[in-house]
């Protein structure tokens, strides 16, 4: 087998498929295409065999440069080969122009050879570099290119501050190829090491030490000394300030935003005490948030030490706050212990959507989380209604060309209800303890779904053999749908909600006799999801007036009314939408707006005029999205 390996490896770079050859190709690759051209490497979307050579550490060095939209300068990567026969580095790029290739002998440079080899659409190029004999560190010199999937670039009227350009990192999933070479897979974890230069007066911050250092030269540096995958490799740069809130937070964000942000994330350290509490020590020292432009693509992006958070949580009244639960709780769920693929990204996302609950029922009351937890409900049916069988099951058995396939409602709420109803089954204190091992036994590893199975049985289900089965668990990880022995959950003030949604759309009430007073964002949104799908403009107009739906500046009430009112054509809305489309970026808050104009022939036009606006606003993650939604060329699927 040994023998053989090299000529393998060979073989696969010679692969005359025209899908992989080093032209960059725009074609999507299909899922079996992928799974067939990356069978030999370990995970089907990263080009690197850690299992060969494996990098262990990077220092990087790179100079922000604005006006070009690039980062320029070098990384170096340290090593361990696994397999004595290896003979090259492999690591994953994207976009990336590489410059020269250098081993570091007894601090000399020594050229040495590399090449491209697989290009692959989606997955960006293979990049393939000749081990040095002594397995001297590597330096590879390279900048970016300013289309880099993983980067945004602002200019400064996108940003609160009007004066200074922003940029961001957004690494997970595969994007972090796009801005350092690396293995990139969260199989592989590192320590990392970083110089960035900027313009003098401008701040970086990184997902590292060292994010409130004052410097006059404009150079920034960094150290990460806990070894994390590549995905958590986060950087931002701009005009950002901070105020420290409490022992462990000190919140990040331009001026404009920095009051409201420290007023909005009060409870952050509380969730910190109440979080160790139930599942041991936080590991990574600082927790700082940091508050994007509101381009920013997702909610919230955990990056250790450092969340990146969007603005479109700050409502003013903490009501939104579950976020930061969820980015604090991946500190254990996916930063300590990390999905070793991304087919296992429930384990990321699942046990951390749980342990999300777990902290806003220990900060805000059970009340909260329970009308969390049935919105999150209603939103999983919903969802899993429009996906395929396998698509709904915790363990998705079918490929994908695009690892976000496997973050959908099922790996975040259906993983969630998955460990709420073991800890129903065993009682909390039994499940509690057996999470505390379980992060114990895995700190600073990569796990698959069948050695956390493995780990559950041994230890939670062979000590409570009476309150679930294996075959209990195996409905869950293997079957569509929710298991018919599963609860859902309820709550007495959603039931009033709902009658009162009833009863006004019924006729037996007028809207200003709801009783809206003591309704928290949470009843809002559900009062909102509990009308009829169809209403007359004498309805919403009614409703509007009452309530004053359209002037709403949370952002999560904001879009459900506006979904309302795109769906029913309610016209006095629209100015409000066309603002909302064109203020914010989060991917989750605008996509099901565009979709629901595309669906409806006399809002077409509607749809492409604020997207042609708003789209160079967005981060490229939301327009790959939203490009195949609302088609500027105006074909339609
Ligand atoms: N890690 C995710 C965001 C993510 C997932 C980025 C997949 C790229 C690929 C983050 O923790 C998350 O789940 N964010 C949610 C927040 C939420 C469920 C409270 C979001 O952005 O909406
Ligand atoms: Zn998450």
């Known amino acids: 087998m040994r023998l053989i390996l090299p000529f393998v490896l060979f073989l696969a770079a010679c692969q005359q498929n025209p899908k992989t050859q080093n032209s960059i190709t725009t074609t999507q690759i299909s899922a079996n295409e992928?799974?067939?051209?990356?069978?030999?490497?370990?995970?089907?979307?990263?080009?690197?065999?850690?299992?060969?050579?494996?990098a262990t550490h990077l220092d990087l060095e790179l100079k922000v440069n604005f006006k070009q939209k690039i980062l320029e300068g070098f990384v170096v990567v340290k090593y361990t080969v696994l397999n004595p026969e290896a003979k090259h580095l492999v690591l994953d790029t994207r976009d990336l122009k590489i410059k020269k290739v250098e081993a570091l002998v007894e601090q000399k440079n020594k050229k040495i050879q590399w090449r491209k080899g697989d290009t692959i659409a989606g997955l960006g190029t293979e990049l393939?570099?000749?081990?040095?004999?002594?397995?001297?560190?590597?330096?590879?010199h390279y900048q970016t290119k300013p289309e880099a999937s993983g980067l945004q670039w602002l200019e400064p009227e996108k940003t609160s501050g009007k004066k200074y350009p922003y940029l961001f990192t957004q690494s997970q999933a595969i994007h972090a190829r796009s801005w350092i070479p690396v293995q990139d897979t969260p199989s592989?974890?590192?320590?990392?090491?970083?110089?960035?230069?900027?313009?003098?007066?401008?701040?970086?911050?990184?997902?590292?030490?060292?994010?409130?250092?004052?410097?006059?030269?404009?150079?920034?540096?960094?150290s990460m000394n806990q070894a994390i995958p590549a995905y958590l490799i986060a950087l931002a740069a701009g005009?950002?300030?901070?105020q420290k809130i409490s022992e462990h937070v000190t919140v990040f964000a331009e001026q404009q935003d920095l009051s409201a942000a420290v007023y909005e994330f009060a409870t952050t350290e509380a969730m910190i005490t109440a979080t160790e509490s139930m599942y041991g020590k936080y590991r990574w020292g600082q927790y700082d948030l940091l508050v994007l432009?509101?381009?920013?693509?997702?909610?919230?992006?955990?990056?250790?030490?450092?969340?990146?958070?969007?603005?479109?949580?700050?409502?003013?009244?903490?009501?939104?706050?579950?976020?930061?639960?969820?980015?604090?709780?991946?500190?254990?769920?996916?930063n300590l212990v990390t999905n070793a693929l991304w087919q296992d990204a429930w384990l990321n996302e699942g046990f951390t959507s749980y342990i999300e609950s777990r902290i806003v029922e220990a900060v805000h009351g059970r009340e909260r989380m329970m009308?969390?937890?049935?919105?999150?409900?209603?939103?999983?049916?919903?969802?899993?209604?429009?996906?395929?069988?396998?698509?709904?099951?915790?363990?998705?058995?079918?490929?994908?060309?695009?690892?976000d396939d496997y973050f959908s409602a099922v790996s975040y709420d259906k993983g969630r209800f998955f460990l709420e109803w073991m800890e129903q089954q065993v009682g909390r204190k039994a499940f509690d303890q057996f999470l505390i091992q379980y992060f114990d036994h895995f700190a600073f590893k990569s796990v698959s779904t069948d050695e956390m199975i493995k780990y559950l049985q041994q230890n939670l289900i062979k000590k409570h053999p009476d309150k679930i089965t294996v075959q209990q668990v195996n409905t869950w990880l293997h079957q569509p749908g929710m298991p018919a022995f599963f609860n859902p959950p309820s709550t007495l003030r959603f039931d009033r909600v709902k009658q009162s949604a009833n009863r006004w759309s019924t006729g037996i009430i007028k809207a200003t006799d709801i009783n809206t007073t003591e309704w928290i964002t949470q009843e809002w949104l559900h009062f909102l999801r509990a009308l009829p799908k169809q209403m007359t403009f004498s309805q919403l107009q009614e409703l509007d007036t009452?309530?004053?739906?359209?002037?709403?500046?949370?952002?999560?009430?904001?879009?459900?009314?506006?979904?309302?009112?795109?769906?029913?054509?309610?016209?006095?809305?629209?100015?409000?939408?066309?603002?909302?489309?064109?203020?914010?970026?989060?991917?989750?808050?605008?996509?099901?707006?565009?979709?629901?104009?595309m669906q409806k022939n006399e809002l077409h036009n509607l749809a492409l005029n604020i997207y042609q606006k708003a789209r160079p606003g967005y981060h490229n993650i939301a327009i790959q999205q939203l490009d195949v939604i609302v088609r500027l060329d105006g074909t339609h699927e």
């Not at 370990?42 to 080009?47: A, G, N, Q």
């Not at 974890?189 to 970086?204: E, F, H, S």
């Not at 698509?391 to 998705?396: E, F, I, P, S, T």
């Open 293 to 334: 432009p509101p381009s920013f693509p997702f909610g919230g992006m955990e990056n250790p030490k450092l969340s990146h958070i969007t603005p479109t949580i700050i409502a003013g009244d903490r009501s939104l706050d579950s976020l930061i639960a969820h980015e604090l709780a991946h500190s254990w769920s996916g």
């Open 188 to 222: 592989v974890r590192l320590t990392y090491n970083a110089k960035i230069q900027i313009k003098p007066g401008l701040r970086v911050v990184m997902s590292a030490d060292n994010n409130n250092q004052k410097t006059t030269d404009g150079l920034h540096v960094f």
């Open 128 to 140: 393939i570099i000749d081990l040095p004999a002594d397995h001297s560190a590597i330096k590879i």
């Open 371 to 403: 009308m969390e937890a049935t919105l999150a409900y209603q939103s999983l049916l919903d969802e899993m209604n429009t996906l395929n069988e396998d698509m709904q099951k915790l363990v998705n058995p079918a490929s994908t060309s695009d690892p």
């Open 239 to 242: 005009n950002i300030e901070y």
């Open 546 to 597: 009452a309530l004053h739906l359209t002037q709403r500046q949370n952002s999560e009430i904001a879009h459900d009314w506006l979904l309302i009112a795109i769906n029913n054509q309610y016209q006095p809305a629209y100015s409000r939408l066309i603002d909302y489309l064109t203020s914010i970026g989060r991917v989750k808050l605008i996509k099901p707006l565009y979709q629901a104009m």
């Open 34 to 54: 992928l799974k067939t051209i990356n069978a030999h490497r370990p995970d089907v979307f990263s080009f690197s065999r850690h299992d060969e050579v494996k």
